[in-house]
């Protein structure tokens, strides 16, 4: 299965920038979600922003205007830039896909139909180690 490697985090203060990498151990097409999440402690797993089938991208509310993501499938790499992070954008930040070698073969992707934010934790896999983001004040 395919397994994602993040990197890029840090420590950084409000208003600061920081560019997290992302890099699957395979090519994943781009019809197939690469999504970036993350996680503090007390809370929910939740999608930040997605790169999709067709090129589309979507974002959380709370990131909008603050963080673009880029997907370079030729080198299976995604980017997640993040710009004037605010102290709520603190936590560990991973990266997975909706790719699967358990769905039947002609299955057609999850979030191409749903929606690449809306699908729910199980369709995903390749979970890195995650990395993590500390913004401080």
């Known amino acids: 299965q395919v397994r994602m490697v993040e990197s890029g985090g840090g420590s950084v203060q409000a208003g600061g920038s920081l560019r997290l990498s992302c890099v699957a151990s395979e090519y994943i097409d781009s019809d197939y979600c690469m999504t970036w999440f993350r996680q503090s402690p007390g809370k929910e797993r939740e999608g930040v922003a997605s790169s999709g089938s067709g090129g589309r991208t979507t974002y959380a509310e709370s990131v909008q205007g603050r963080f673009t993501i880029t997907r370079d499938n030729d080198k299976n790499t995604l980017i997640l830039q993040m710009n004037n992070l605010k102290l709520d954008d603190t936590g560990m930040y991973y990266c997975?896909?909706?790719?699967?070698?358990?769905?039947?073969?002609?299955?057609?992707?999850?979030?191409?139909?749903?929606?690449?934010?809306?699908?729910?934790?199980?369709?995903?896999?390749?979970w890195g180690q995650g990395t993590q983001v500390t913004v401080s004040s």
């Open positions: 997975a896909t909706d790719v699967s070698l358990f769905r039947d073969a002609g299955a057609p992707p999850p979030g191409k139909v749903a929606g690449c934010l809306n699908l729910p934790l199980y369709e995903y896999n390749g």
